[in-house]
């Protein structure tokens, strides 16, 4: 039980790393969002590693719960449990996907900047292609990061891994979070309040995980 204990507080502070992470991220590349984001990244150089190594912890904090939480899951569905991982692993290659446009967009900005005579619309339109290409790992990333959320708080839930008021609420906000999926990419707009719901969720479950760990019901697996 002193095994369960500590893995259950392994995984509730791994899902705090991957939820701070991203926030503390987004200071360090903000610069990027500015109209003169080429001159400004480069001139940034400390706060735009930082937030690229911070996205490294996060995917890394990522695979590391699937690592952890995997040995409790698979004693109740293994076949459930093996889903969740492959959902959070899609949602791991999408944030490094997106660091691979951030470092390229640090690369471009220094040779713009030590160009001789740049050609000004070639790096727009590179840095365009590039930028956009990171707000879409950002938001591919989100459908396989609620699908995991959906497996994980089911599982949960239908085996009372913890209380049932928390996993339930984390099945509502995932329902809820693709509303936030389809505003984005079907509407264009960004409604944080959707994505509010279950990120707290997560949040409160971590707390819990760290504080309480897992309740351990009989084991009936459908596996």
Do not use: C
Not at 66 to 73: D, G, Q, R, S, V
Request: proline share 3%; charged share 10%.
């Amino acid at each position: 039980m002193d095994l369960e204990k500590k893995t259950a507080r392994i995984v509730g502070i791994l899902f705090v790393i991957a939820s701070a992470t991203p926030l503390l991220s987004a200071l360090g590349f903000s610069s990027i969002y500015d109209p003169n984001y080429l001159t400004l990244v480069a001139a940034n150089r400390i706060p735009m590693i930082i937030g690229v190594l911070l996205m490294l912890t996060m995917a890394a904090a990522i695979v590391g719960i699937t690592i952890a939480i995997y040995p409790i899951l698979k004693r109740y569905n293994d076949n459930l449990a093996i889903s969740y991982i492959a959902a959070r692993v899609f949602e791991s290659i999408f944030v490094v996907f997106g660091v691979m446009n951030l470092v390229a967009i640090f690369s471009l900005s220094h040779v713009f900047v030590n160009a001789t005579a740049p050609v000004a619309s070639y790096f727009e339109t590179s840095g365009a292609l590039l930028l956009e290409a990171f707000a879409w790992s950002g938001h591919l990333l989100d459908i396989p990061f609620v699908l995991s959320a959906l497996l994980l708080n089911y599982m949960l839930y239908k085996y009372e891994l913890v209380p049932k008021w928390l996993s339930l609420w984390g099945l509502i906000g995932s329902v809820v979070y693709f509303g936030f999926i389809i505003s984005i990419l079907f509407l264009g707009l960004s409604v944080e309040i959707f994505a509010a719901l279950l990120g707290i969720q997560e949040m409160a479950l971590a707390v819990w995980l760290i504080v309480k760990g897992f309740t351990f019901a009989e084991i009936e697996s459908s596996s």
